[in-house]
């Protein structure tokens, strides 16, 4: 994701698939995701910092709803979804503190 006139948007074109343990935290997930990015496009900084994201652009670190620290299968369980299907989003942290006052609370 990337901020755009004060707002979050998704950067269509950019997917990278990722391979990771289902018992996986946010922290861990976010640091391949930045080291895979960086692999395979030459435009991406792997030296920014970054934030993993939900699709609605709210941080990863509870599993939503709850208190819950997030590990890929618990998310997974709670979205109901397949593995092949979850999707998760990296955003540079100062196009996160520029675009996010426009996320639901």
Same mark, same amino acid.
């Not at 004060?6 to 946010?26: F, H, K, S, W």
């Not at 640091?31 to 920014?48: E, G, I, P, W």
């Not at 699709?55 to 397949?82: C, E, M, N």
């Given at each position: ?7 979050? &948007? &998704?950067? &269509? ?30 435009? /991406? ?30 998310? &997974?369980? /709670? ?27």
């Amino acid at each position: 994701m990337h901020e755009v006139n004060g707002q979050l &948007r &998704r950067l &269509r074109g950019e997917i990278v698939i990722l391979t990771v343990d289902p018992t996986a935290l946010a922290d861990q997930i976010l640091h391949l995701a930045v080291q895979k990015h960086a692999a395979c496009n030459c435009m /991406f900084s792997a030296n920014d910092t970054y934030k993993l994201l939900y699709p609605d652009g709210q941080p990863v670190i509870h599993i939503p709803g709850t208190t819950d620290l997030f590990t890929l299968s618990a998310y &997974r369980s /709670f979205i109901g979804k397949s593995y092949q299907k979850l999707i998760l989003f990296i955003c540079n942290e100062v196009d996160y503190a520029e675009g996010k006052q426009t996320l639901c609370s």
